[in-house]
Protein backbone atom coordinates (compact mmCIF):
# COMPACT_ATOMS: atom_id res chain seq x y z
CA UNK A 1 0.00 0.00 0.00
CA UNK A 2 0.91 3.60 -0.87
CA UNK A 3 2.07 6.05 2.20
CA UNK A 4 0.90 8.50 0.33
CA UNK A 5 -3.02 8.70 1.88
CA UNK A 6 -5.97 7.90 -0.06
CA UNK A 7 -8.28 10.19 1.98
CA UNK A 8 -8.67 13.22 -0.40
CA UNK A 9 -7.07 16.33 -0.22
CA UNK A 10 -10.19 18.39 -0.07
CA UNK A 11 -11.18 17.11 3.39
CA UNK A 12 -9.53 17.58 6.64
CA UNK A 13 -7.67 15.15 7.37
CA UNK A 14 -8.30 12.83 10.96
CA UNK A 15 -5.47 14.47 12.95
CA UNK A 16 -6.77 17.96 12.31
CA UNK A 17 -10.12 17.12 12.96
CA UNK A 18 -9.19 15.39 16.44
CA UNK A 19 -6.94 17.89 17.56
CA UNK A 20 -9.36 20.76 16.81
CA UNK A 21 -11.34 19.82 20.12
CA UNK A 22 -10.52 19.23 23.59
CA UNK A 23 -13.38 16.85 25.14
CA UNK A 24 -15.75 15.53 22.18
CA UNK A 25 -12.69 13.45 20.46
CA UNK A 26 -15.01 13.26 16.81
CA UNK A 27 -17.67 16.23 17.09
CA UNK A 28 -15.90 17.83 13.87
CA UNK A 29 -16.54 14.28 11.96
CA UNK A 30 -20.39 14.73 12.64
CA UNK A 31 -20.94 18.36 11.38
CA UNK A 32 -21.50 18.15 8.36
CA UNK A 33 -23.62 15.51 8.00
CA UNK A 34 -25.79 16.55 11.07
CA UNK A 35 -26.26 20.04 9.37
CA UNK A 36 -27.63 18.08 6.08
CA UNK A 37 -29.55 16.30 7.96
CA UNK A 38 -31.43 18.00 10.26
CA UNK A 39 -32.24 20.42 7.10
CA UNK A 40 -33.61 17.54 5.36
CA UNK A 41 -35.90 16.04 7.56
CA UNK A 42 -37.10 19.00 8.34
CA UNK A 43 -36.03 19.05 11.90
CA UNK A 44 -36.77 22.03 14.03
CA UNK A 45 -34.03 22.84 16.38
CA UNK A 46 -33.36 25.85 18.71
CA UNK A 47 -30.19 27.65 20.50
CA UNK A 48 -28.78 25.05 23.35
CA UNK A 49 -25.98 23.96 24.57
CA UNK A 50 -26.93 20.23 23.81
CA UNK A 51 -27.48 20.90 20.15
CA UNK A 52 -27.90 17.73 18.07
CA UNK A 53 -24.04 17.88 17.10
CA UNK A 54 -23.37 18.00 20.91
CA UNK A 55 -25.79 15.80 21.46
CA UNK A 56 -24.50 13.14 19.13
CA UNK A 57 -20.84 13.52 20.05
CA UNK A 58 -21.12 13.50 23.36
CA UNK A 59 -23.00 9.79 23.03
CA UNK A 60 -20.22 8.49 20.55
CA UNK A 61 -17.82 9.38 22.99
CA UNK A 62 -20.01 7.87 26.01
CA UNK A 63 -20.11 4.78 24.18
CA UNK A 64 -16.45 4.50 23.38
CA UNK A 65 -15.76 5.43 26.50
CA UNK A 66 -18.52 2.99 28.05
CA UNK A 67 -19.15 5.59 30.59
CA UNK A 68 -22.20 6.70 32.12
CA UNK A 69 -24.54 10.24 30.98
CA UNK A 70 -22.38 12.33 33.67
CA UNK A 71 -19.10 11.26 32.30
CA UNK A 72 -20.27 12.18 28.78
CA UNK A 73 -21.83 15.71 30.57
CA UNK A 74 -18.03 15.78 32.37
CA UNK A 75 -16.96 15.95 28.16
CA UNK A 76 -19.55 18.30 27.07
CA UNK A 77 -18.09 20.96 29.73
CA UNK A 78 -14.33 20.23 29.19
CA UNK A 79 -15.36 21.54 25.36
CA UNK A 80 -17.14 24.12 26.56
CA UNK A 81 -14.38 25.75 29.70
CA UNK A 82 -11.68 24.80 26.31
CA UNK A 83 -14.00 27.45 24.12
CA UNK A 84 -14.14 29.55 26.86
CA UNK A 85 -17.63 29.19 27.28
CA UNK A 86 -19.95 28.38 30.13
CA UNK A 87 -19.93 25.04 31.07
CA UNK A 88 -23.75 23.14 31.51
CA UNK A 89 -24.86 22.02 34.69
CA UNK A 90 -23.45 18.95 35.88
CA UNK A 91 -26.82 17.10 36.02
CA UNK A 92 -27.30 15.19 33.05
CA UNK A 93 -30.96 15.25 33.36
CA UNK A 94 -31.08 17.54 30.41
CA UNK A 95 -28.05 15.19 28.28
CA UNK A 96 -30.71 12.45 28.10
CA UNK A 97 -33.71 14.23 27.03
CA UNK A 98 -31.65 15.63 24.18
CA UNK A 99 -30.77 11.87 23.41
CA UNK A 100 -34.07 10.81 23.23
CA UNK A 101 -35.44 14.05 21.81
CA UNK A 102 -33.64 13.68 18.64
CA UNK A 103 -35.29 11.04 15.66
CA UNK A 104 -33.83 7.54 15.14
CA UNK A 105 -33.50 8.30 11.12
CA UNK A 106 -30.98 11.13 11.83
CA UNK A 107 -29.05 8.61 14.33
CA UNK A 108 -28.57 6.40 11.44
CA UNK A 109 -28.30 8.76 8.34
CA UNK A 110 -25.44 9.89 10.45
CA UNK A 111 -24.24 6.32 10.15
CA UNK A 112 -24.79 5.25 6.56
CA UNK A 113 -23.02 8.90 6.05
CA UNK A 114 -19.68 8.31 7.40
CA UNK A 115 -19.51 5.03 5.77
CA UNK A 116 -20.17 6.59 2.34
CA UNK A 117 -17.45 8.83 3.18
CA UNK A 118 -15.20 6.13 3.73
CA UNK A 119 -15.66 4.45 0.94
CA UNK A 120 -15.87 7.46 -1.63
CA UNK A 121 -12.52 8.11 -0.19
CA UNK A 122 -10.37 5.22 0.28
CA UNK A 123 -10.70 3.82 -3.08
CA UNK A 124 -12.53 5.07 -6.45
CA UNK A 125 -12.33 1.11 -7.81
CA UNK A 126 -13.71 -2.01 -6.23
CA UNK A 127 -11.99 -4.07 -3.45
CA UNK A 128 -12.84 -7.29 -5.36
CA UNK A 129 -12.02 -8.14 -9.32
CA UNK A 130 -13.86 -4.23 -10.11
CA UNK A 131 -16.96 -4.86 -8.05
CA UNK A 132 -17.79 -3.72 -4.58
CA UNK A 133 -18.44 -6.32 -1.96
CA UNK A 134 -21.12 -6.30 1.06
CA UNK A 135 -21.07 -8.84 3.43
CA UNK A 136 -24.54 -9.33 5.38
CA UNK A 137 -24.81 -10.89 8.84
CA UNK A 138 -27.24 -10.74 11.40
CA UNK A 139 -27.03 -10.39 15.39
CA UNK A 140 -28.67 -9.44 18.15
CA UNK A 141 -27.90 -7.43 22.01
CA UNK A 142 -29.28 -8.01 25.31
CA UNK A 143 -30.93 -4.97 26.07
CA UNK A 144 -32.37 -4.02 30.46
CA UNK A 145 -35.10 -6.02 31.73
CA UNK A 146 -38.30 -3.43 31.86
CA UNK A 147 -41.68 -4.07 31.28
CA UNK A 148 -41.17 -2.22 27.59
CA UNK A 149 -38.35 -3.97 26.57
CA UNK A 150 -40.03 -7.06 27.13
CA UNK A 151 -42.90 -5.86 25.42
CA UNK A 152 -41.34 -4.83 22.23
CA UNK A 153 -38.41 -7.72 21.87
CA UNK A 154 -39.82 -10.18 23.83
CA UNK A 155 -37.81 -12.81 25.87
CA UNK A 156 -35.90 -15.75 24.67
CA UNK A 157 -37.41 -19.16 24.26
CA UNK A 158 -37.95 -21.03 27.81
CA UNK A 159 -37.19 -18.10 29.61
CA UNK A 160 -39.52 -16.35 31.93
CA UNK A 161 -39.92 -12.85 32.55
CA UNK A 162 -37.63 -11.63 35.63
CA UNK A 163 -34.97 -14.31 34.86
CA UNK A 164 -33.67 -12.98 31.87
CA UNK A 165 -32.96 -10.15 29.60
CA UNK A 166 -35.02 -9.22 26.18
CA UNK A 167 -32.62 -9.27 23.20
CA UNK A 168 -33.15 -7.16 20.37
CA UNK A 169 -32.38 -8.50 16.81
CA UNK A 170 -30.67 -6.50 13.54
CA UNK A 171 -29.00 -6.98 10.55
CA UNK A 172 -25.83 -5.62 9.34
CA UNK A 173 -24.37 -4.84 6.06
CA UNK A 174 -20.60 -4.48 6.12
CA UNK A 175 -18.04 -3.32 3.41
CA UNK A 176 -15.81 -5.73 2.67
CA UNK A 177 -13.17 -3.28 2.34
CA UNK A 178 -13.61 -0.85 4.73
CA UNK A 179 -14.87 -2.63 7.20
CA UNK A 180 -17.68 0.09 8.14
CA UNK A 181 -21.49 -0.89 8.77
CA UNK A 182 -23.36 0.43 5.55
CA UNK A 183 -26.77 -0.44 6.93
CA UNK A 184 -28.64 -1.25 9.93
CA UNK A 185 -31.75 -3.12 9.44
CA UNK A 186 -33.74 -3.74 12.95
CA UNK A 187 -36.02 -6.57 13.09
CA UNK A 188 -39.15 -7.47 15.22
CA UNK A 189 -39.49 -11.17 16.85
CA UNK A 190 -41.74 -12.43 14.34
CA UNK A 191 -40.21 -10.80 11.29
CA UNK A 192 -37.04 -12.31 9.70
CA UNK A 193 -33.45 -11.56 8.95
CA UNK A 194 -33.78 -12.29 5.39
CA UNK A 195 -36.95 -9.91 5.27
CA UNK A 196 -35.60 -7.08 7.42
CA UNK A 197 -32.70 -7.08 5.51
CA UNK A 198 -34.58 -6.73 2.33
CA UNK A 199 -36.13 -3.00 3.41
CA UNK A 200 -32.44 -1.86 2.76
CA UNK A 201 -31.53 -2.62 -0.50
CA UNK A 202 -31.39 0.89 -1.48
CA UNK A 203 -28.02 0.73 -0.38
CA UNK A 204 -26.92 -1.25 -3.94
CA UNK A 205 -25.99 -0.30 -7.17
CA UNK A 206 -25.84 -2.35 -10.37
CA UNK A 207 -22.62 -5.03 -10.20
CA UNK A 208 -22.45 -4.87 -6.09
CA UNK A 209 -22.13 -8.17 -5.08
CA UNK A 210 -23.84 -9.45 -1.46
CA UNK A 211 -21.79 -11.77 0.18
CA UNK A 212 -24.16 -13.96 2.80
CA UNK A 213 -24.49 -17.19 4.72
CA UNK A 214 -26.72 -19.64 3.98
CA UNK A 215 -29.40 -18.11 6.18
CA UNK A 216 -29.84 -15.24 3.59
CA UNK A 217 -30.32 -18.05 0.60
CA UNK A 218 -32.92 -18.80 -1.31
CA UNK A 219 -34.19 -18.65 -4.36
CA UNK A 220 -36.56 -15.95 -3.64
CA UNK A 221 -33.72 -13.68 -2.48
CA UNK A 222 -31.40 -14.83 -5.38
CA UNK A 223 -33.94 -13.90 -8.13
CA UNK A 224 -35.37 -10.43 -6.28
CA UNK A 225 -31.73 -9.20 -6.16
CA UNK A 226 -30.93 -10.44 -9.20
CA UNK A 227 -33.40 -7.90 -11.01
CA UNK A 228 -31.82 -5.14 -8.71
CA UNK A 229 -28.90 -5.77 -10.96
CA UNK A 230 -27.27 -7.27 -7.31
CA UNK A 231 -25.14 -10.25 -7.74
CA UNK A 232 -24.91 -12.36 -4.85
CA UNK A 233 -22.37 -15.54 -3.47
CA UNK A 234 -24.20 -17.49 -0.85
CA UNK A 235 -23.54 -20.68 1.03
CA UNK A 236 -26.21 -22.92 -0.18
CA UNK A 237 -28.54 -23.73 2.57
CA UNK A 238 -30.74 -27.18 1.80
CA UNK A 239 -29.95 -28.28 -1.87
CA UNK A 240 -28.00 -31.35 -2.56
CA UNK A 241 -25.95 -30.34 -5.89
CA UNK A 242 -25.49 -32.73 -8.56
CA UNK A 243 -22.58 -32.17 -10.75
CA UNK A 244 -23.66 -34.38 -13.35
CA UNK A 245 -26.12 -31.93 -14.66
CA UNK A 246 -25.76 -28.88 -16.41
CA UNK A 247 -22.87 -27.58 -17.82
CA UNK A 248 -19.74 -28.16 -16.99
CA UNK A 249 -17.35 -25.32 -15.79
CA UNK A 250 -14.80 -27.25 -14.33
CA UNK A 251 -14.02 -29.15 -11.10
CA UNK A 252 -16.74 -28.45 -8.72
CA UNK A 253 -17.99 -26.31 -11.12
CA UNK A 254 -21.16 -25.82 -13.06
CA UNK A 255 -24.07 -23.96 -14.54
CA UNK A 256 -28.02 -25.20 -13.61
CA UNK A 257 -31.54 -24.07 -14.14
CA UNK A 258 -32.92 -23.65 -10.60
CA UNK A 259 -36.38 -23.60 -10.95
CA UNK A 260 -39.66 -21.43 -8.88
CA UNK A 261 -40.68 -22.64 -5.57
CA UNK A 262 -44.25 -24.23 -6.25
CA UNK A 263 -45.41 -22.78 -3.17
CA UNK A 264 -45.02 -19.09 -2.37
CA UNK A 265 -42.55 -18.61 1.04
CA UNK A 266 -43.36 -17.41 4.13
CA UNK A 267 -40.66 -14.95 4.03
CA UNK A 268 -41.94 -13.60 0.61
CA UNK A 269 -45.21 -11.33 -0.14
CA UNK A 270 -47.75 -12.27 -2.66
CA UNK A 271 -46.54 -9.70 -5.22
CA UNK A 272 -42.79 -10.42 -4.28
CA UNK A 273 -43.68 -14.18 -5.65
CA UNK A 274 -45.91 -13.43 -8.19
CA UNK A 275 -42.93 -11.02 -9.85
CA UNK A 276 -40.22 -14.03 -9.61
CA UNK A 277 -38.88 -15.34 -13.18
CA UNK A 278 -40.47 -19.32 -13.35
CA UNK A 279 -36.42 -20.53 -13.52
CA UNK A 280 -33.44 -18.65 -13.09
CA UNK A 281 -29.62 -19.28 -14.31
CA UNK A 282 -27.17 -19.95 -11.51
CA UNK A 283 -23.15 -21.11 -10.95
CA UNK A 284 -23.22 -23.96 -7.93
CA UNK A 285 -19.78 -24.63 -6.79
CA UNK A 286 -17.46 -26.65 -4.42
CA UNK A 287 -14.70 -26.87 -2.78
CA UNK A 288 -13.39 -28.66 0.43
CA UNK A 289 -11.54 -26.90 3.18
CA UNK A 290 -8.80 -29.06 5.18
CA UNK A 291 -7.67 -27.96 8.21
CA UNK A 292 -4.71 -29.81 10.49
CA UNK A 293 -6.51 -32.20 12.85
CA UNK A 294 -9.98 -31.44 11.87
CA UNK A 295 -12.23 -33.45 9.45
CA UNK A 296 -12.12 -32.31 5.46
CA UNK A 297 -15.16 -29.82 5.34
CA UNK A 298 -17.27 -29.70 2.03
CA UNK A 299 -18.58 -26.20 1.24
CA UNK A 300 -21.55 -25.52 -1.78
CA UNK A 301 -21.97 -22.04 -2.53
CA UNK A 302 -24.09 -20.61 -5.49
CA UNK A 303 -23.58 -17.76 -7.14
CA UNK A 304 -24.99 -15.28 -9.87
CA UNK A 305 -21.41 -14.49 -10.84
CA UNK A 306 -22.04 -17.03 -13.97
CA UNK A 307 -18.13 -16.23 -16.14
CA UNK A 308 -15.54 -18.67 -14.84
CA UNK A 309 -13.15 -16.55 -16.64
CA UNK A 310 -13.92 -13.39 -14.95
CA UNK A 311 -14.94 -14.83 -11.73
CA UNK A 312 -12.67 -18.19 -10.81
CA UNK A 313 -13.62 -20.81 -8.89
CA UNK A 314 -10.80 -20.26 -6.60
CA UNK A 315 -11.58 -16.45 -6.08
CA UNK A 316 -14.88 -17.12 -5.18
CA UNK A 317 -13.93 -19.82 -2.51
CA UNK A 318 -11.43 -17.06 -1.03
CA UNK A 319 -14.12 -14.55 -1.44
CA UNK A 320 -16.37 -16.41 0.99
CA UNK A 321 -13.54 -17.27 3.22
CA UNK A 322 -13.21 -13.61 3.94
CA UNK A 323 -17.38 -13.40 4.68
CA UNK A 324 -15.75 -14.38 7.96
CA UNK A 325 -15.03 -10.86 8.85
CA UNK A 326 -18.75 -10.13 9.33
CA UNK A 327 -18.37 -12.27 12.57
CA UNK A 328 -14.82 -10.75 13.65
CA UNK A 329 -16.44 -6.96 13.25
CA UNK A 330 -19.20 -8.17 15.77
CA UNK A 331 -16.95 -9.26 17.93
CA UNK A 332 -15.58 -5.83 17.94
CA UNK A 333 -18.56 -4.19 18.47
CA UNK A 334 -19.83 -6.79 21.38
CA UNK A 335 -16.91 -7.83 22.79
CA UNK A 336 -13.67 -5.35 22.24
CA UNK A 337 -16.49 -2.36 22.56
CA UNK A 338 -18.09 -3.71 25.31
CA UNK A 339 -21.92 -3.53 23.38
CA UNK A 340 -23.43 -7.14 24.21
CA UNK A 341 -25.32 -5.90 27.03
CA UNK A 342 -26.96 -2.47 26.53
CA UNK A 343 -27.36 0.11 29.18
CA UNK A 344 -31.02 2.04 27.71
CA UNK A 345 -34.26 1.16 29.24
CA UNK A 346 -36.60 2.01 26.76
CA UNK A 347 -37.18 0.58 23.00
CA UNK A 348 -36.67 3.83 21.32
CA UNK A 349 -33.49 4.93 23.24
CA UNK A 350 -32.11 0.92 22.71
CA UNK A 351 -33.02 1.30 18.62
CA UNK A 352 -30.69 5.02 19.14
CA UNK A 353 -28.08 3.44 21.60
CA UNK A 354 -27.19 0.50 18.95
CA UNK A 355 -26.92 3.35 16.30
CA UNK A 356 -24.65 5.52 18.05
CA UNK A 357 -22.58 2.43 19.45
CA UNK A 358 -22.22 1.47 15.61
CA UNK A 359 -21.59 5.47 14.47
CA UNK A 360 -18.83 4.88 16.96
CA UNK A 361 -17.69 1.66 15.40
CA UNK A 362 -17.33 3.75 11.93
CA UNK A 363 -15.18 6.36 13.46
CA UNK A 364 -12.53 3.63 14.96
CA UNK A 365 -12.22 2.29 10.93
CA UNK A 366 -11.73 5.91 9.81
CA UNK A 367 -9.18 6.34 12.42
CA UNK A 368 -7.47 3.01 11.80
CA UNK A 369 -7.94 3.77 7.56
CA UNK A 370 -6.11 7.13 8.56
CA UNK A 371 -3.45 5.61 10.46
CA UNK A 372 -2.27 2.78 7.98
CA UNK A 373 -2.82 5.29 4.86
CA UNK A 374 0.07 7.42 6.71
CA UNK A 375 2.11 4.60 7.46
CA UNK A 376 1.97 2.08 4.37
CA UNK A 377 0.07 -0.85 6.41
CA UNK A 378 -3.19 -2.38 5.52
CA UNK A 379 -5.79 -0.84 8.09
CA UNK A 380 -7.86 -4.17 8.16
CA UNK A 381 -4.77 -5.53 10.12
CA UNK A 382 -4.79 -3.05 12.37
CA UNK A 383 -6.01 -4.09 16.28
CA UNK A 384 -9.05 -2.75 16.55
CA UNK A 385 -8.64 -3.17 21.07
CA UNK A 386 -4.98 -1.13 20.35
CA UNK A 387 -6.86 1.54 18.64
CA UNK A 388 -9.39 2.03 21.70
CA UNK A 389 -6.76 1.42 24.04
CA UNK A 390 -4.92 4.72 22.29
CA UNK A 391 -8.42 6.83 22.83
CA UNK A 392 -7.71 7.75 25.93
CA UNK A 393 -3.95 8.92 25.71
CA UNK A 394 -5.88 10.86 22.96
CA UNK A 395 -8.04 12.94 25.38
CA UNK A 396 -5.54 13.55 27.77
CA UNK A 397 -3.65 14.90 24.88
CA UNK A 398 -6.14 16.95 23.36
CA UNK A 399 -6.34 19.13 26.94
CA UNK A 400 -3.49 20.77 25.77
CA UNK A 401 -3.87 23.91 25.08
CA UNK A 402 -1.58 24.56 22.17
CA UNK A 403 -3.49 23.33 19.19
CA UNK A 404 -0.17 22.73 16.79
CA UNK A 405 1.61 20.92 19.76
CA UNK A 406 -1.80 18.83 19.65
CA UNK A 407 -1.98 18.20 15.86
CA UNK A 408 1.80 16.81 16.98
CA UNK A 409 0.89 14.78 19.48
CA UNK A 410 -2.10 13.38 17.14
CA UNK A 411 0.27 12.27 15.04
CA UNK A 412 2.21 10.07 17.47
CA UNK A 413 -0.94 8.15 18.35
CA UNK A 414 -1.69 7.54 14.71
CA UNK A 415 1.68 6.12 14.21
CA UNK A 416 1.22 4.21 17.55
CA UNK A 417 -2.06 2.79 16.15
CA UNK A 418 -0.29 1.84 12.84
CA UNK A 419 2.33 -0.19 14.55
CA UNK A 420 -0.54 -2.40 16.58
CA UNK A 421 -0.63 -5.34 13.67
CA UNK A 422 -2.95 -8.36 14.04
CA UNK A 423 -0.80 -10.96 12.81
CA UNK A 424 -1.93 -12.85 9.43
CA UNK A 425 -3.65 -16.55 10.42
CA UNK A 426 -5.95 -17.92 7.64
CA UNK A 427 -7.13 -20.85 8.81
CA UNK A 428 -6.54 -20.82 12.29
CA UNK A 429 -9.26 -22.49 14.01
CA UNK A 430 -10.45 -20.67 17.94
CA UNK A 431 -13.76 -22.72 18.93
CA UNK A 432 -15.16 -20.98 21.64
CA UNK A 433 -14.23 -22.00 25.25
CA UNK A 434 -13.48 -20.82 28.79
CA UNK A 435 -10.63 -21.13 30.73
CA UNK A 436 -11.95 -19.12 33.92
CA UNK A 437 -14.89 -20.94 35.42
CA UNK A 438 -17.28 -19.27 36.57
CA UNK A 439 -18.76 -18.93 40.32
CA UNK A 440 -21.30 -21.31 41.81
CA UNK A 441 -24.12 -19.82 41.62
CA UNK A 442 -27.10 -21.12 40.18
CA UNK A 443 -29.26 -19.61 37.57
CA UNK A 444 -32.44 -17.82 38.54
CA UNK A 445 -35.51 -19.27 38.07
CA UNK A 446 -38.12 -17.18 39.09
CA UNK A 447 -38.42 -13.49 39.59
CA UNK A 448 -36.89 -12.31 42.58
CA UNK A 449 -40.48 -10.58 43.31
CA UNK A 450 -42.36 -13.81 43.22
CA UNK A 451 -43.74 -15.14 46.62
CA UNK A 452 -41.50 -17.26 48.27
CA UNK A 453 -38.87 -17.25 45.41
CA UNK A 454 -35.64 -18.30 45.41
CA UNK A 455 -32.98 -19.07 43.07
CA UNK A 456 -32.80 -22.76 42.14
CA UNK A 457 -30.01 -24.73 40.18
Keep these: MSKRSPLGKQERTVRNRLAAHAGLLFIDF ?90 KRVSPHGPWLGR ?110 DFRKGKRLGPGDHLVTWLKPTRRPQGLTQAEYDSLPEEMLVREIRYSLAAKGYRTKVVDLVTTLLDPVRFPREALADLYRRRWEAEINFRHIKSTMGTDMLSTKSPDMVYKEIATRMIAYNLLRELMWEAGARHGVDPLRISMKGTIDRLDELARILAEKNRALRRAHVDVILEQIARDIVPDRPGRSEPRAQKRRPKNYPFMKRPRNAPGARAVA
Excluded at 157 to 172: D, L, Q, T, Y
Excluded at 173 to 196: D, M, N, Q, W, Y
Design 132 to 241: RVFVVDGSSFQTQDTPENRACFGLPSGVKPGCGFPVVGFVAVFSLFTGAIHRLAFRSPKEGERRAYRRHWDLFKPGDVQLTDRGFNSYGDLALASARGLDSVMRVLSRRL
Design 30 to 119: FEEPVAAIIKEIGLATRERIYTPLVTIAAFVCQALARGSCRKAVARVCAERLAAGKKPPSPNDDAYCEARGRLPLTLYTRVLYWLAERLE
